[in-house]
T-cell receptor, first 111, second 117 residues
Framework: SQQGEEDPQALSIQEGENATMNCSYK?????LQWYRQNSGRGLVHLIL?????REKHSGRLRVTLDTSKKSSSLLITASRAADTASYFC???????????FGTGTRLKVLA | GAVVSQHPSRVICKSGTSVKIECRSL??????MFWYRQFPKQSLMLMAT?????????EQGVEKDKFLINHASLTLSTLTVTSAHPEDSSFYIC?????????????FGDGTRLSIL
């Protein structure tokens, strides 16, 4: 399977703490994306990082990409209860528009 | 931003029924749409790639005759689950991709929860 893996599978933190999720993938990519999914809903795009980029920021989100290790991390700073959701990384299959999703991290932020 | 509408959001029906799910891109033309299936607490599994004006490309293990996909216009793709059985119960999500532009995100519908009794 080409599916990426994320760790941890589940993460529970207190409000105000930082949350870090990691994603590993198997093939060469053009870009890697992070998505958020609230329970029973569709996915919301958070950040796209290109293969030639190493770090990207968007508000309280920070994404890093290490193509030599085929891994990425998503950091959410100063977490809020509303950040509670599942987070998925997705990588594009080389030469296509298809995206392979990671196994996901279920984040719970306790108020 | 781009909006994708998926309908219906929930379907409960008897075994043997065929169910059609619609995915519409509301504010952009989508040359490519994707259909995913998601089991509880699991990731999204790509079922097929829907291309406007041509046949869908199915992933390995997905039955073409079971999951019929039609992408008749640049704003609408439909997934029909034919003769659905309880094992087809799942959360189905579509996404739309503008196409022709590299390094763009997919825009997702809100999903359809299908329950077959």
């Amino acid at each position: 399977s080409q599916q990426g893996e994320e760790d941890p599978q589940a993460l529970s933190i207190q409000e105000g703490e930082n949350a870090t999720m990691n994603c590993s993938y198997k093939t060469s990519i053009n870009n890697l994306q992070w998505y958020r999914q609230n329970s029973g809903r569709g996915l919301v795009h958070l950040i796209l990082i290109r293969s030639n980029e190493r770090e990207k920021h968007s508000g309280r989100l920070r994404v890093t990409l290490d193509t030599s290790k085929k891994s990425s991390s998503l950091l959410i700073t100063a977490s809020r209860a509303a950040d509670t959701a599942s987070y998925f990384c997705a990588t594009d299959a080389a030469g296509t528009y298809k995206y392979i999703f990671g196994t996901g991290t279920r984040l719970k932020v306790l108020a | 931003g781009a909006v994708v509408s998926q309908h219906p959001s929930r379907v409960i029906c008897k075994s043997g029924t065929s169910v059609k799910i619609e995915c519409r891109s509301l504010d952009f033309q989508a040359t490519t749409m994707f259909w995913y299936r998601q089991f509880p607490k699991q990731s999204l599994m790509l079922m097929a790639t829907s291309n406007e004006g041509s046949k869908a490309t199915y992933e390995q293990g997905v039955e073409k005759d079971k999951f019929l996909i039609n992408h008749a216009s640049l704003t609408l793709s439909t997934l029909t689950v034919t003769s659905a059985h309880p094992e087809d119960s799942s959360f189905y999500i579509c996404s739309a991709f503008k196409g022709g532009v590299s390094n763009q995100p997919q825009h997702f519908g809100d999903g359809t929860r299908l329950s077959i009794l």
